[in-house]
C-alpha cells in the first residue's frame, strides 16, 4: 500500500470513528432529553445521568481523535477513562431503581461503589504513577493514545464486564415477569449489551483495524441504538405496561382479556381455576367456546355493572361478582376486560346474617307478644290496687315501667343492625332537631353547629334513634346544667382543603374513662341502676348498618365525644 492509499485508509478511519462517537454523543443526549421531559419514567433522573454520562464518554473519545496537541489528548484519555468507569456503576444504580431495587441497601449497588472508589483514584493519579496502566501516543494512522495493560486496568474491565451484566439481568428479569411480548425486548438489550461489547473485546484481542486505538466508545452506538428501540417500541421508558402485566399475572382473582369479537387474548394463571382447559385452548379462542354461561353473562352486562354468579371450581362451587370494564385507544373501543371477584365468603356470611336475622325477628315476635302482653295485664291490675301511693306499690309499678323500657330496647336492638336497603338523601339538622324533641330536658343546652344544606344518606327513623340515644345518654349520666354540642368532623384533603368525614355528638359532662371505652357499646352494659344498658349498643349497630364506624374520645369540655364517620355526608 503506497502512501496516499495510506492516507486515505487513515482519513476514512479517522472520519468513521470520529462519525460514530458524534452520533453517539447526539442519541444519548436525545434520550436523556426525551426522559426527563416527556415522560413519566421511572428512575427517570438516574437515566438522564447515564445517558449525560454516554455523551461524556463519546466527545472526550472524539476530543482525543480531534485535538493536535499530545497534552490535550492525554487529558481526554483520562476523562474517557474516568468517564468509562463511571457509566457501568450508573447502569447498576439506574436499573437498580428502575427495577424497585433500594440503592441504599443493595448489596451489589454497595460493593459496585467500594470497588469504583479505588479504580477512579488510580485514574487520577496515573499520571503521575501510571498504577492504572500506562498511556503510549500513536501518530499513525491517525493520531490517539494506546491503554497499556496494568493491574487496575484488568480489575477496571472485570467491573466494567460484571456491572454490565448484572444491570442487564435487573432489566431482563423485570421484563421477564411480564405477559406482554417478553422474550423481544429481553433478547433486544442482552444482545445490545452483548454487541456493544464486541469492539472492546476487539480492542483486547486484536480482532480491530487499528490495534493500538481502544474501541470501546464504539460500541455504544450499538447499545444506544438498542436501548432505542425498546424505549420507543415496547414502552421500556413507562413501567405501566410491565406492571399492568406483573398484576394481571399476580392478581388472585380471575382476569380476562376478550377482542371486539369476544375471543380470549389475555388472561392471569387464576382464570384457569375457572376454565380448566384453558391453557389448551390458547388465545384467540371464543369466549362462548371456553365457557358458555360466563359469557352469556358478559354479553349481558354494561361497564362497570355487576352481576353476581355461581360457577363450579374443582368439586366445589363458588361465587362471583362479575364486572367488565372496555379498553378504548383515542375513544376506539378495541377490547374488553372480564374481572371476577370471589364472593363465596361474602355470600357465606351473608346467608348467616340472614338466618340469624330470621331468629332476631322470632325472638322480637316472643318478646312483643309473650312478655308484653301479660306485662300489660300487670300494670292494670296494679293500677286498680288500693292505696296507691303505698310504697311497695310504687316500687312495683316502677319495676314493671323498667321492664317496658328494656323490652322496647330489645326490640330496637332486634332490628338496629339489619342492613338500610333504600337509604335517603335527608338533611342532617332536621334530624338532630327531631330526635332532641324527644328529649328535651330543662337546664340542657344544645348547640347545633350543623349547617342546613348537610345532606347524609341514611335510614331516617333509625338515624334519629342515634341522637335520641345519645342525647339521652349526656343527659341521663351528667348532672345540671348539661351542654351538648353537635358537629361536623372535618378532615384535611390533597388540596389543602378539608372534607367532611363524619359527626360528633359532646358534652360537657364527667366523661368516659379509657378503660371503659371499649365496654359502653356492648350490649347489656350500664353505669347506672337505672338504665337499661342498650342504648349506646343500638347506637353502634345502628352505625354499622350504615357502614359506619363510632368510638368515644373527651371532648373540649372534658366530657364525652362520640365520633361516628365513615357515613355518607356531603355539604
Not at 343500638?538 to 372534658?558: C, M, N, R, W
Amino acid at each position: 500500500m503506497d502512501e496516499k492509499q495510506g492516507n486515505s485508509v487513515a482519513n476514512t478511519l479517522f472520519l468513521l470513528y470520529v462519525g460514530i462517537l458524534l452520533v453517539s454523543g447526539i442519541l444519548a443526549a436525545c434520550l436523556g432529553y426525551f426522559a426527563l421531559t416527556r415522560t413519566q419514567m421511572r428512575s427517570k433522573r438516574w437515566f438522564g445521568v447515564l445517558m449525560i454520562s454516554l455523551v461524556l464518554w463519546s466527545l472526550t473519545a472524539a476530543g482525543e481523535l480531534v485535538l493536535s496537541g499530545r497534552t490535550g489528548q492525554l487529558a481526554m484519555k483520562h476523562l474517557f477513562l474516568i468517564v468509562g468507569t463511571t457509566i457501568p456503576l450508573v447502569w447498576v444504580v439506574y436499573t437498580a431503581d428502575y427495577t424497585y431495587r433500594s440503592i441504599r441497601t443493595n448489596s451489589v449497588v454497595r460493593l459496585a461503589a467500594i470497588i469504583y472508589i479505588p479504580l477512579i483514584l488510580t485514574l487520577v493519579t496515573n499520571p503521575f504513577y501510571e498504577f492504572y496502566a500506562p498511556l503510549t501516543p500513536h501518530e499513525t494512522p491517525f493520531t490517539h493514545i494506546e491503554i497499556g495493560v496494568g493491574p487496575a486496568r484488568i480489575v477496571a474491565i472485570a467491573y466494567v464486564i460484571g456491572n454490565m451484566a448484572v444491570g442487564t439481568y435487573y432489566l431482563g428479569h423485570l421484563f421477564e415477569r411480564g405477559r406482554s411480548q417478553v422474550s423481544r425486548p429481553v433478547a433486544i438489550l442482552v444482545g445490545a449489551v452483548l454487541l456493544g461489547l464486541v469492539p472492546f473485546l476487539g480492542s483486547v484481542f486484536g480482532f480491530v483495524p487499528v490495534e493500538t486505538y481502544d474501541h470501546t466508545s464504539l460500541g455504544v452506538v450499538v447499545f444506544l441504538f438498542g436501548v432505542s428501540y425498546v424505549v420507543f417500541r415496547h414502552g421500556f421508558y413507562h413501567i405501566s405496561p410491565i406492571a399492568r402485566d406483573i398484576i394481571l399475572e399476580e392478581a388472585k382473582d380471575p382476569i380476562f382479556v376478550l377482542n371486539n369479537n369476544s375471543r380470549l387474548v389475555d388472561h392471569n394463571t387464576a382464570a384457569a381455576e375457572i376454565v380448566p382447559d384453558l391453557h389448551a385452548s390458547g388465545t384467540r379462542a371464543l369466549f362462548s367456546e371456553l365457557h358458555t354461561e360466563l359469557a352469556a353473562v358478559v354479553d349481558e352486562l354494561e361497564p362497570d355493572q355487576k352481576r353476581e354468579i355461581m360457577l363450579p371450581v374443582g368439586e366445589e362451587s363458588r361465587y362471583f361478582s362479575v364486572q367488565i370494564s372496555e379498553v378504548t385507544v383515542n375513544a376506539e373501543k378495541i377490547g374488553t376486560v372480564v374481572f371476577l371477584r370471589d364472593i363465596t365468603k361474602r355470600r357465606t356470611r351473608e346467608k348467616q346474617l340472614e338466618r340469624q336475622n330470621e331468629k332476631l325477628d322470632d325472638f322480637a315476635g316472643v318478646v312483643s307478644h309473650d312478655l308484653r302482653n301479660p306485662l300489660n295485664a300487670a300494670q292494670l291490675r296494679l293500677n286498680l290496687v288500693d292505696g296507691g301511693d303505698d310504697e311497695h306499690v310504687v316500687s312495683a309499678q316502677q319495676s314493671l315501667n323498667r321492664m317496658e323500657m328494656i323490652i322496647e330496647d330489645i326490640l330496637t336492638l332486634s332490628r338496629a343492625g339489619e342492613t338500610v336497603e333504600d337509604p335517603e338523601q335527608i338533611r342532617l339538622a332536621d334530624v338532630i332537631r327531631k330526635g332532641w324533641d324527644t328529649v328535651t330536658t330543662d337546664g340542657v343546652d344544645i348547640k347545633l353547629q350543623v349547617t342546613e344544606s348537610v345532606t347524609i344518606r341514611a335510614d331516617r327513623a333509625r338515624l334519629q334513634r342515634v341522637f335520641e340515644n345519645l342525647f339521652r345518654n349526656a343527659v341521663d349520666h351528667n348532672r345540671a346544667p348539661v351542654k351538648i354540642r353537635v358537629g361536623l368532623i372535618e378532615d384535611a384533603d390533597e388540596t389543602g382543603g378539608t372534607t367532611v368525614s363524619g359527626f360528633y355528638v359532646a358534652d360537657n359532662g364527667g366523661g368516659i374513662p379509657e378503660d371503659k371505652r371499649d365496654d359502653i357499646f356492648d350490649h347489656g352494659y350500664s353505669s347506672s341502676d337505672e338504665g337499661t344498658g342498650f342504648g349506646l349498643s343500638i347506637v353502634a349497630d345502628i352505625v354499622d348498618a350504615h357502614d359506619g364506624d363510632i368510638g368515644v374520645t373527651e371532648s373540649d369540655d372534658g366530657g364525652a365525644r362520640f365520633n361516628i364517620t365513615g357515613v355518607t355526608i356531603s355539604s
